[in-house]
């Protein structure tokens, strides 16, 4: 699979990540609901060996509702705080200020038995590229908050954000790469758009789609379409061209266009929500 990551900027991105680590109490990290483990990094939990942890299931607004639940209660048992998270509406937002307390309780109330008291908890943002961390700090952190460098205690050069008089954000999130070398992974980064198109076969990649449709779930390409899901993969990519007119010069249907109107339409959250890992699968 290919990606934009090279042995030389994982290892920079680890070795600041390191540094980071240092300066923080919690870890958020954002994670995408439709596939919460391939979207993660192999590496954070051992760089957040130590740390309170606390895992936004991002885009649940495209997700299948049942599955996030279940994934919720996957992250838990792990001992993990998670929630649900659309980072562009700012109504989850009250819900991830309760949990940033809760995942960060044991830390303040150790700081309270060395006397040490109103210490703002400290934390940064951390997750694979475009699984929504800018929209997550621009939403959470809005304009009007106050952005403190600078100040004795903290590291030259940080930039901190003052989300209220308890939590402190590190201003520039973390980025790693995902699990990419794995075929599965990158199957499911690619559906997503986590992987650039230009470098995928699109056609391919629709069928793939189409196939886990099939089976996952039945009755979505039947009822957006109006195809008929007994057929194979192409045959059903076949049908959506003539249904939805994809037509080249000279009235050839055009697959590339269908393949890219599905992909588009599944991205999109047109096919409804959808889920492509499942923790009972155990991936
Ligand atoms: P990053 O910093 O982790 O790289 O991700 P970023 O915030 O840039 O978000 C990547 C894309 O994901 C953006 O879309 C953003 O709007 C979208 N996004 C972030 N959070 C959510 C969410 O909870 N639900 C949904 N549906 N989308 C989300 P984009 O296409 O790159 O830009 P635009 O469409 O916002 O212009």
Not at 68 to 97: H, Q
Not at 119 to 133: E, H, S, T
Request: proline share 4%; charged share 30%; glycine share 8%.
């Amino acid at each position: 699979m290919h990606f934009q990551w090279y042995p030389g900027h994982m290892t920079k991105a680890k070795r600041q990540m390191q540094e980071d680590m240092k300066l923080i109490d919690l870890v958020i990290e954002l994670v995408d609901a439709r596939i919460p483990l391939g979207s993660r990094n192999p590496d954070i939990d051992e760089l957040g060996r130590n740390k309170a942890r606390l895992i936004l299931m991002n885009k649940a607004d495209l997700a299948d509702e049942r599955q996030t639940e279940s994934w919720m209660a996957y992250f838990r048992e792990k001992g993990y705080f998670a929630v649900r998270l659309d980072a562009r509406s700012k109504s989850g937002m009250k819900a991830i200020g309760a949990e940033i307390m809760k995942a960060c309780q044991e830390k303040i109330e150790r700081d309270r038995k060395r006397g040490i008291k109103n210490r703002p908890v400290r934390a940064m943002v951390v997750g694979i590229p475009n699984v929504g961390k800018s929209t997550f700090i621009n939403t959470y952190a809005g304009k009007a908050c106050a952005k403190t460098g600078n100040k004795p205690g903290v590291t030259k050069g940080k930039q901190w954000i003052k989300l209220n008089k308890n939590v402190e954000l590190l201003d520039t999130p973390g980025i790693l790469w995902p699990k990419f070398e794995d075929q599965q992974v990158g199957l499911h980064l690619a559906l997503i758009g986590s992987i650039k198109d230009e470098i995928l076969n699109m056609d391919e990649l629709s069928l793939e789609l189409i196939r886990i449709l099939k089976e996952k779930y039945p009755g979505v390409l039947g009822e957006r379409y109006g195809v008929e899901e007994g057929q194979d993969a192409p045959e059903i990519l076949l049908s959506v061209a003539k249904k939805r007119n994809c037509l080249k010069k000279g009235n050839e249907l055009d697959y590339g266009k269908a393949a890219a109107l599905l992909l588009d339409e599944f991205r999109s959250g047109s096919l409804g929500r959808i889920s492509l890992e499942f923790p009972e699968e155990g991936l």
